[in-house]
């Protein structure tokens, strides 16, 4: 799992956002989920944009850390500029060690996840953790300590479940993302998306 650090100037109101999501396939076969959060109103102008994706070329390397660079400079090149945050998780077959999940700005460098919180905007926070979950939501930076408070236990414990998460998230927050790797063989990759007109969900 990687994320783009969001320094921004691009500024919403927290108020006039909404998610999108949508589950395509790459010009040479993968399953990818593309997520995020953008200003309400251009949903459908994200995952037509998004959906360019599929005359691309994505599964050409095993490399854990090289799958996590490609999907996000290949996301990159379709993204719009107003695009708040940015989820992606892809299943690429033979790779061993969890990977293929990002979450972030791709306008920005890409950075390994290392479970720091980071606020996007004013009341949006991101947090991304090595081997997921990505997550971005509107709440305070305490609920986000809790959050990777529970996921750290719950690791350690073998018992993370994202149906845990997404009940947590739940119950302080109706705008969030959720990104889990889609690669390796341990990943269960999905994405889950909220917002104050509905709930979806992806998975691999």
């Not at 990159?76 to 989820?87: A, E, H, R, T």
């Amino acid at each position: 799992m990687i994320y783009e650090n969001f320094k921004g100037n691009y500024m919403k109101d927290i108020l006039l956002l909404e998610t999108f999501l949508l589950k395509t396939c790459s010009l040479d076969g993968c399953t990818i989920l593309i997520g995020g959060i953008c200003p309400k109103g251009r949903k459908r102008e994200a995952i037509e944009s998004y959906a360019q994706i599929k005359d691309i070329k994505l599964g050409f390397s095993k490399d854990e850390y090289l799958i996590d660079v490609i999907l996000a400079d290949s996301l990159k090149q379709l993204s719009p500029d107003w695009i708040i945050v940015l989820g992606a998780s892809i299943f690429i077959e033979g790779v061993i060690n969890n990977t293929g999940g990002i979450i972030g700005n791709l306008f920005e460098d890409n950075q390994s996840s290392d479970g720091e919180i980071e606020e996007i905007l004013s009341g949006l926070y991101m947090i991304a953790m090595a081997g997921g979950p990505g997550i971005a939501y509107k709440g305070t930076y305490d609920d986000g300590v809790k959050i990777i408070n529970n996921i750290i236990k719950r690791k350690k414990n073998n018992t993370l479940i994202i149906d845990d998460i997404i009940k947590q998230l739940d119950s302080f927050t109706d705008l969030y993302i959720v990104v889990l790797d889609g690669s390796g063989t341990l990943s269960c990759g999905g994405i889950y998306v909220s917002d104050s007109f509905e709930k979806q969900s992806e998975i691999i």
